[in-house]
């Protein structure tokens, strides 16, 4: 779908109202008022057959009858005219419509048919962007649009609010217009049939005028497209989100210890975090946290110095700080002896920073300013409790003063009513948020210390843990497709087959249908041994006695295997019942019992989950999950958020488990479920870890047993698009040795400075038409920290691991053009590698269909002119900018190959 029309939809010139009406009331009667009345500077014109005229302007009889064809049509009619409306729109080019009406989808049987007839519609006219329907509308108040039928025209703000309920965006534009909240953009999208949340971020994200984006979400549409726009956004601006409901509805049906673990709520906890979104759980927080992070810089780390002229509030502020897992700064000794000097002598030199009640608005302004200057401080709280001395707004101006000395975020707490208002006001007018308790602004700075860890995510550079996979993806796929079982659940035997293919260290498994098969195992494998029941459909095996341990001998085991069998036909006669399974028993000194596994999520599809495991693992509930695929540095936060880290670190003398080993196993695990799309289900546990490595004692699966035809290629049961390997190939370098041509990865960043480095200043302007110089790591991951389903880079990679070269693929907002770069090591240029990098660019833009690729480059690069010219792109000189456009189409039509260059100002065709 075209951004460029949703220009047309949410940024238009000329509108039309269906269904306007003089009915005082009505739906038609409120959207022209609001169009006519709010202050829009376009064309607004009803349709209605019915009338000449509606609220004093000339109507028309249809949409076609329109003099000029409207950016925007807005539906006002009832249900069963939106199909009809949207072929005449369509017909007339029609740039994007908002359907208000009600009755569709979420009005029973009726609805949907009519909700059907309405997407077939759609369909017909791929390029018309459609919001709602069934939604409120949406206004942007830096344009005085109000396409909506709302009582009232949001302020003007920095800020976006995008729901799905069009009731709640009433409630929300009532109380915000009583707080002073005002909006960059306030959107319903009700029944999103087509425009959803990813187009909606994806078109603020061009928006200069908007800072911040809220986000008030039932269900998600389309996960992988929502995942891709709020990462590309949050890199830059933050997103925070309230979801309704977290109900695990999923997890009843779920035959696995991890299915019953990870419920819907928790899925959309990780995909928020993995996506760099903060999650709130109430609406109050929603709009301080929003307010806050639009206007503070983030804070570096958790430690918080607290200012306060009362005791009380700053005890209440303590507690507040650890509940929310952030930390009392420590002063420094040289701090301490600053704030000595300006304090009185009975002062007590200690965080919080208690001025005492007399304190005047320089006290404050002193006490701030050191405590922002020690570096063992992240952020400032300052607390004013009005006492009988207090001077309120003065100390406010005082504070707010500290604002532009420091990149530092400081929150306030006012406590009080009347007194106090005229300093908040102060303190906002600075660009300081203040609240009106201590919690409450502490609670905003959770959001913001939140906020930048899932953003400090995005853009940290993971070892290269050199994972070596030598698995046959579609062999194994095979496999899995001849040998699931009835009910497509794979017991521990295959399970752990599974497992090993993918490197995971796994207990060696014999099966045993007797009790004399089980010794033969047993003497094969080596004493002690476990027995283990046989039965796929048992999940929890403990539970029935279907696990004994430390069996030493023969007489042993065929005892454990009479009495395993006894306890599962008492406790679960419907049980199909194998055997049992043989495994040596193994212990690591020290060692943790943990369980890995992964589940399929409604929305987010595959979902990654690793915590305590054993047999308390529902009963601690020490667990996390994070979405595939994963690099070590995600593996390694998920572990970390776990309260067992600690002990995984080496606690009170233990000694530190196997770290990589550990990380390791959760990133093939990671590959292992992206790679097979038939496992809905995976549990390891236990998984045993320890100083001496890593083990999975039991394992199984579950399987899709009506798999279709779902391929790795798509991986459309992934809501991120996995490392694109098909891309990998062969190629030859400048001195004839072999090399690879590979997407790029994160772990390449500092294969990424090596290969600028290599770069002469010339080459470096003519590839990014600007110097610069040196690079950095923020500069790396916008071009090493990928998403694969909106850009490509492909690096040449050379048998001592260095990169000789780098072509990039960037995709347009609508995704069908694609700007194309190019860069080789001056070292390696004249011979041939940047044609290979950009031939594999150009199939890689042939399998994604885009229309054309282009590229921007100066007039001087003629080593490159000429290859653009040797495979058919056109070329254009503007001169006034003094750069080449070249050009070349993809599909039929894209670009017209007979017609002249457009001539745009100063542009001419370049002959070469």
């Known amino acids: 779908m075209s951004q460029h029309n949703l220009d047309r939809l949410f940024a238009p010139r000329r509108i039309a109202v269906v269904g306007a009406s003089n009915r005082v009331g009505s739906v038609g009667y409120s959207v022209l008022r609001n169009l006519l009345g709010g202050g829009f500077a376009g064309v607004v014109q009803p349709v209605n057959p019915r009338h000449e005229s509606v609220q004093s302007v000339e109507a028309f009889p249809s949409v076609a009858a329109l003099p000029k064809v409207p950016d925007l049509v807005v539906v006002c009619s009832p249900a069963d005219t939106a199909p009809g409306l949207v072929d005449q729109c369509g017909r007339a080019g029609v740039g994007g419509m908002v359907i208000l009406s009600a009755g569709f989808s979420e009005a029973g049987a009726a609805g949907r048919l009519r909700q059907d007839a309405l997407t077939a519609a759609a369909e017909r006219w791929p390029r018309l962007r459609i919001l709602g329907p069934n939604c409120l509308g949406f206004s942007v108040p830096r344009l005085s649009l109000g396409a909506s039928f709302a009582a009232d025209m949001p302020a003007p703000g920095r800020v976006a609010f995008v729901s799905q309920s069009g009731a709640l965006c009433t409630s929300v534009l009532d109380w915000a217009r009583g707080e002073g909240i005002g909006f960059s953009f306030f959107a319903s999208l009700g029944n999103m049939l087509d425009v959803g949340f990813a187009d909606t971020i994806d078109w603020l994200g061009r928006d200069p005028d908007t800072d911040a984006i809220i986000l008030y979400v039932e269900s998600i549409r389309d996960a992988r497209a929502f995942m891709s726009a709020a990462r590309a956004f949050a890199r830059h601006k933050p ?62 780390g958790p430690r918080v110095a607290i200012v306060t002229n009362a005791g009380g509030p700053g005890v209440m502020a303590t507690d507040s700080l650890i509940r929310h897992g952030a930390a009392l700064a420590e002063l420094s000794l040289d701090s301490q002896a600053a704030l000595a000097a300006t304090m009185p002598d009975w002062w007590s030199p200690a965080n919080p920073i208690d001025l005492l009640g007399d ?127 009835e009910g497509g659940l794979l017991g521990e035997g295959p399970a752990k087959r599974v497992l090993a293919a993918y490197g995971i260290p796994v207990a060696a498994t014999l099966a045993a249908a007797d009790a004399e098969a089980a010794v033969a195992a047993a003497e094969a494998v080596g004493y002690p041994v476990v027995l283990k029941l046989d039965a796929a459909e048992v999940a929890h095996k403990s539970d029935l006695g279907g696990v004994i341990l430390d069996l030493a001998d023969a007489d042993a085991v065929r005892s454990a295997f009479a009495r395993i069998l006894a306890r599962v036909r008492a406790a679960r006669p419907d049980a199909r ?50 979405l595939p695929p994963l690099n070590e540095r995600l593996a390694r936060r998920m572990l970390e958020s776990l309260r067992i880290w600690p002990l995984l670190q080496g606690y009170r003398g233990s000694a530190p488990v196997d770290l990589d080993r550990l990380i390791g196993v959760l990133v093939r695990v990671s590959y292992l479920v992206a790679d097979i799309p038939e496992i809905l289900e995976l549990d390891i546990n236990p998984l045993l870890v320890g100083a001496e490595g890593v083990l999975a004692l039991d394992a199984r699966l579950r399987l899709d047993v009506d798999p279709g035809a779902e ?14 390997d098909e891309w990998v190939r062969e190629g030859r370098g400048p001195d004839g040795q072999p090399l690879v041509l590979r997407p790029i990865r994160p772990e390449d960043e500092p294969r990424w400075h090596a290969l600028l480095a290599a770069c002469s200043p010339d080459s470096i302007r003519k590839r990014f038409r600007y110097l610069f110089k040196q690079t950095t790591h923020e500069m790396a991951t916008r071009f090493c920290f990928i998403d694969y389903d909106r850009e490509m880079a492909i690096v040449a990679e050379a048998g001592d691991g260095s990169l000789l070269g780098v072509g990039r693929l960037i995709t347009d907002p609508g995704g069908r053009r694609a700007e194309f770069a190019v ?8 011979r041939g590698l940047g044609g290979q990098l950009t031939d594999l660019c150009l199939e890689v833009a042939r399998a994604w269909r885009l229309e054309a690729v282009y590229a921007l480059t100066s007039p001087d690069n003629t080593s490159m002119l000429s290859l653009f010219q040797e495979r058919g792109f056109r070329s254009t000189i503007d001169y006034a900018e003094g750069q080449v456009e070249v050009e070349l189409a993809l599909a039929q039509g894209a670009v017209d190959a007979d017609a002249p260059a457009v001539d745009g100002g100063g542009a001419s065709t370049l002959d070469s």
């Open 239 to 300: 997103i925070l989100a309230y979801k309704a409901g977290r109900s695990p509805e999923s997890a009843r049906a779920a035959a696995s210890h991890t299915g019953l673990l990870a419920g819907s709520g928790a899925v959309y906890d990780a995909a928020f975090q993995r996506a760099g979104i903060e999650r709130v759980d109430d609406i109050d927080a929603l709009f301080d946290g929003a307010e806050i992070l639009a206007r503070q810089p983030l804070p570096a």
């Open 359 to 485: 304190a005047p608005p320089e006290r404050f302004a002193s006490a701030a300013r050191l405590a922002l200057a020690d570096p063992g401080v992240d952020a400032l709280l300052v607390i004013l409790s009005p006492q009988a001395m207090t001077d309120p707004e003065a100390s406010a101006a005082a504070i707010g003063g500290l604002r532009a000395e420091t990149r530092k975020p400081i929150l306030a707490a006012w406590m009080g009513g009347p007194r106090v208002a005229a300093g908040r006001r102060r303190l906002g007018e600075a660009g300081i948020a203040c609240y009106s308790s201590p919690e409450q602004a502490v609670a905003a700075f959770a959001h913001m210390l939140a906020y930048a860890r899932n953003r400090e995510a995005l853009f940290e550079t993971p070892r290269d843990l050199a994972l070596e996979l030598d698995v046959d993806r579609r062999a194994l796929r095979a496999l899995l497709r001849r040998e699931r079982p």
């Open 577 to 626: 019942v194998a055997g049992v399974t043989v495994q040596p028993m193994r212990r690591f000194e020290g060692a943790i019992e943990l369980i890995v596994g992964a589940s399929r999520d409604p929305t987010f599809g595959t979902a990654l989950m690793v915590g305590l495991g054993g047999v308390a693992v529902e009963l601690l509930g020490d667990r996390v999950l994070g």
């Open 711 to 724: 391929t790795t290629a798509t991986y459309a049961h992934l809501a991120i698009r996995p490392y694109p």
């Open 823 to 830: 860069l080789v090591a001056d070292a390696a240029q004249g």
